[in-house]
């Protein structure tokens, strides 16, 4: 099946960023890829096209795992699995791990990174994206509704998993890296998918405070604990960053 038969949950600008990723970690072989949350299997399919035109069998590499497979449309393997219990899956057993707009549904998000971690082959690479609650439209709509954009009022039944009201952990960038690094992921480089122009704007109109802001936040930091300091110095240049308060979604790209 083609992906342009397939209904996407995420935004465009996200699935090509993804696809170049992936199609720079295969540009020497074909890689066993994982997707977990593969929901309609969009974003995979699109990898089995750029398999099928690099010559390769997609059914011999990739496989997509959600908890709910009735939108499932692509044309490689699939199977049931619950995120919100232990990946029950060999180490070492993926080349990549895929995560597209999945990890904010997770009850349990810091255990998911180390269960990622852990069947990662040694090298692997690990791609997710999140929504992204530390744009600067976000950080308005919290202070004024005191929930934070695409995170309004979450669901606790099993039908709304996949819905917004599924979205049901706020993480910001700090909180995602502190995950990746309780999990042993050394190498994280920091992307988002596109800038929103209402956020840029407000970034400007702000800029003079969020330079203050940064500014007091080093130093806060370095004075409540230099070790504290030094273990997130790898991201507290990212909170104020002008991708963090425009971008519309966090991808993040973890090497083993």
């Not at 300091?229 to 083993?256: E, I, K, P, S």
Request: charged fraction near 20%; charge should be positive; include cysteine.
């Amino acid at each position: 099946m083609s992906s342009d038969k397939i209904s996407k949950a995420s935004g465009q600008a996200t699935n090509d960023l993804v696809l170049r990723i992936v199609g720079e970690a295969t540009a020497t072989g074909p890689k066993r890829i994982l997707d977990l949350g593969c929901g309609s299997g969009y974003t995979l399919e699109l990898i089995a096209d750029l398999y099928r035109k690099r010559g390769w069998d997609p059914s011999d590499y990739l496989l997509g795992v959600d908890i709910d497979l009735s939108s499932y449309a692509a044309s490689v393997p699939s199977r049931h699995i619950d995120l919100n219990e232990p990946l029950d899956a060999s180490p070492g057993r993926w080349d990549i791990v895929l995560s597209i707009e999945v990890l904010e549904h997770s009850r349990r998000p810091y255990m998911l990174l180390s269960d990622i971690r852990r069947v990662l082959e040694p090298g692997g690479l690990f791609l997710f994206s999140v929504p992204n609650p530390g744009n600067m439209s976000s950080r308005l709509k919290y202070f004024l509704y005191g929930h934070h954009h695409m995170f309004y009022g979450p669901s606790d039944r099993i039908e709304d998993a996949g819905r917004l009201c599924g979205h049901i952990n706020p993480l910001a960038i700090h909180y995602w890296d502190y995950g990746l690094r309780y999990a042993g992921f050394a190498d994280v480089d920091y992307l988002i998918d596109r800038r929103k122009k209402g956020s840029m704007a407000l970034s400007i109109l702000f800029y003079p405070l969020l330079a203050l802001g940064t500014a007091l936040m080093h130093r806060h930091q370095k004075g409540y604990s230099q070790s504290v300091y030094d273990q997130n110095r790898r991201v507290l240049g990212r909170v104020n960053h002008m991708d963090t308060l425009a971008g519309r979604t966090l991808v993040f790209v973890c090497r083993t």
